[in-house]
């Protein structure tokens, strides 16, 4: 790492403050280029930024960061110049002159924890406090830069490295002084790793949910009113209600907050048998999402005649709604409560109309969400990256179980279990793994 980087840290556009920064090497030499002096460490000082030509570009606050001091562990600097886009284009030509490089998505980060300032569950945890939107989403992001999801897996190691032991000494030296029930010692603790590792690798996927959103599917056929309640529900016209029926054909997704969780509710095309082929490519895409969705919204037009058809991929907990109440009603929402029961589905009649409705639709996706998602505390793993290691180490020390009569075999598996764990925190990742989780991050991180 011997360019020096640097990188708007504030999003583009007119703002009151505008930061850029800059990290490596020569970081103090173009300081004293542009300002003419650097400031002490940790003091933020201003001073009249000139280009080399000598021509203002702005009077900045400045502030420098010995390495490895620093975010980065590098020399680093900030510049806090007025916001407008031709203050910081200019200062960005300036600082492009002296012959520094404009930072790769989430290189600061990246620095950061090849200095040994972070490791890689901590930097995910930057990326997803950058991205949170909600309240949990913000928590949940903090613990892990906190370094809660390292904390445990530095447990876990430290306990396969004991059993390891254990497990060696038995082959190394069977016939020295060492207890003959040595290698039977760390089934204990091996057992108590695989539970502990099932059930973090399970409550990975709440941590995934949080981060990316719970996902909540309308569903039901042409016309039941799927358009009309997302439209209540998001407060805005996110899709076209018409009383033609085939109208949605295409999964329209709206993010909102529920119980301050992030949620994705999909308004998805009628369920129907149709001869158009745009229509049953629809139909399909609608199963699909629905299929893959939290939870199911079965809508029902309680004032239709026709019965319509059960969908397949309704799910014990789902939600039947018999629209239109405030319709005369017919034979449909008879049948709709009488399929619920079969299904185990709870059955409510609303309409779209009613504030009062509205409410109670709200209210019980909030139950069901924070039944979902809600924990004493977030969940340490958050990404699936980390539920597939945790299930790999988990595996291994099954497999290192069964070695009764081989403790060679089970020595090399509770290793591997180790190396799988380490891999959550980056210490042993392949280069090519390292740049894709860091090229999500956005320029200037």
Same mark, same amino acid.
């Given at each position: 790492?011997?360019?020096?980087?640097?990188?708007?840290a504030?999003?583009a556009?007119?703002?009151?403050?505008?930061?850029?920064?800059?990290?490596?090497p020569r970081?103090k030499?173009?300081?004293?280029?542009?300002?003419?002096? *650097?400031?002490?460490?940790r003091?933020?000082?201003? #001073?009249?930024?000139?280009?080399?030509?000598?021509?203002?570009?702005?009077?900045?606050?400045?502030?420098?960061?010995?390495?490895?001091?620093?975010?980065?562990? &590098?020399?680093?600097?900030?510049?806090?110049?007025?916001?407008?886009?031709?203050?910081?284009?200019?200062?960005?030509?300036?600082?492009?002159?002296?012959?520094?490089?404009?930072?790769?998505?989430? &290189?600061?980060?990246?620095?950061?924890?090849?200095?040994?300032?972070?490791?890689l569950a901590?930097?995910?945890?930057?990326?997803?406090?950058?991205?949170?939107?909600?309240?949990?989403?913000?928590?949940?992001?903090?613990?892990?830069?906190?370094?809660?999801?390292?904390?445990?897996? *530095?447990?876990?190691? &430290?306990?396969?490295?004991?059993?390891l032991?254990?497990?060696?000494?038995?082959?190394?030296f069977?016939d020295?002084?060492?207890?003959?029930?040595? *290698?039977?010692?760390?089934r204990?603790a091996?057992?108590?790793?695989v539970?502990?590792?099932?059930?973090?690798?399970?409550?990975?996927?709440?941590g995934?949910?949080i981060r990316?959103?719970?996902?909540?599917?309308?569903i039901?056929?042409?016309?039941?009113?799927k358009?009309?309640?997302?439209?209540?529900?998001?407060?805005?016209?996110?899709?076209?209600?018409?009383?033609?029926?085939?109208?949605t #054909?295409?999964?329209?997704?709206?993010?909102?907050?529920?119980?301050?969780?992030?949620?994705?509710?999909?308004?998805?095309?009628?369920?129907?048998?149709?001869g158009?082929?745009?229509?049953?490519?629809?139909?399909?895409?609608?199963r699909?999402?629905?299929?893959?969705a939290?939870?199911?919204?079965?809508?029902?037009?309680?004032?239709?005649?026709?019965?319509?058809?059960?969908?397949?991929?309704?799910r014990?907990?789902?939600?039947?709604?018999?629209?239109?109440?405030?319709?005369?009603?017919?034979?449909?929402?008879?049948?709709?409560?009488?399929?619920?029961?079969?299904?185990?589905?709870?059955?409510?009649?609303?309409?779209?109309?009613?504030?009062?409705?509205?409410?109670?639709?709200?209210a019980?996706?909030?139950e069901?969400?924070?039944e979902?998602?809600a924990?004493?505390?977030?969940?340490?793993?958050?990404?699936?990256?980390?539920?597939?290691?945790?299930?790999?180490?988990?595996?291994?020390?099954?497999?290192?179980l069964?070695q009764?009569e081989?403790?060679?075999?089970?020595?090399?598996d509770?290793?591997?279990?180790?190396?799988?764990?380490? #891999?959550?925190?980056?210490?042993?990742?392949?280069?090519?793994?390292?740049?894709?989780?860091?090229?999500t991050?956005?320029?200037?991180?």
């Open positions: 790492m011997t360019d020096t980087i640097y990188a708007p504030t999003a556009g007119r703002s009151a403050v505008a930061v850029v920064r800059l990290s490596g970081t030499d173009a300081v004293r280029a542009l300002a003419g002096r *650097a400031p002490a460490a003091r933020a000082t201003l #001073r009249t930024l000139r280009e080399a030509g000598g021509e203002e570009i702005d009077r900045a606050l400045v502030l420098v960061f010995d390495g490895p001091e620093s975010y980065t562990g &590098e020399d680093a600097a900030e510049f806090h110049v007025h916001g407008g886009a031709a203050v910081v284009a200019a200062l960005i030509e300036a600082l492009s002159a002296l012959g520094l490089r404009l930072a790769e998505p989430g &290189e600061f980060t990246r620095r950061a924890f090849e200095n040994g300032k972070l490791d901590q930097a995910e945890g930057v990326a997803d406090l950058i991205e949170a939107e909600t309240e949990a989403q913000r928590r949940q992001a903090l613990e892990q830069l906190g370094g809660r999801l390292s904390d445990v897996q *530095a447990r876990w190691t &430290e306990a396969l490295i004991e059993a032991a254990m497990l060696e000494a038995a082959v190394d069977p020295e002084e060492v207890p003959q029930d040595v *290698a039977a010692r760390a204990p091996l057992e108590r790793l539970a502990e590792l099932e059930a973090a690798a399970t409550d990975a996927e709440r995934e949910r990316e959103g719970y996902r909540i599917a309308l039901g056929a042409p016309n039941a009113g358009s009309t309640l997302l439209n209540a529900l998001a407060g805005r016209d996110a899709a076209i209600v018409t009383a033609t029926p085939g109208t #054909r295409d999964i329209i997704e709206v993010p909102m907050v529920l119980a301050g969780y992030k949620a994705l509710m999909a308004d998805t095309a009628g369920l129907r048998d149709t158009d082929e745009i229509e049953a490519e629809g139909v399909r895409r609608a699909a999402w629905a299929a893959a939290d939870l199911r919204l079965w809508l029902v037009d309680g004032s239709s005649a026709e019965t319509g058809m059960v969908p397949m991929e309704l014990p907990g789902d939600l039947c709604l018999i629209t239109k109440r405030d319709l005369p009603s017919g034979p449909a929402g008879a049948w709709a409560a009488g399929q619920a029961r079969r299904l185990g589905l709870s059955a409510t009649e609303i309409t779209a109309k009613g504030p009062g409705d509205l409410a109670w639709v709200r019980t996706l909030d069901r969400i924070v979902a998602l924990g004493a505390e977030p969940p340490a793993a958050t990404r699936l990256r980390h539920q597939e290691l945790l299930s790999e180490a988990a595996d291994r020390l099954r497999h290192a069964d009764d081989h403790l060679e075999l089970a020595a090399e509770v290793r591997l279990a180790a190396r799988a764990l380490d #891999r959550i925190t980056g210490r042993i990742d392949p280069e090519d793994v390292l740049g894709r989780i860091f090229s991050f956005c320029i200037g991180k």
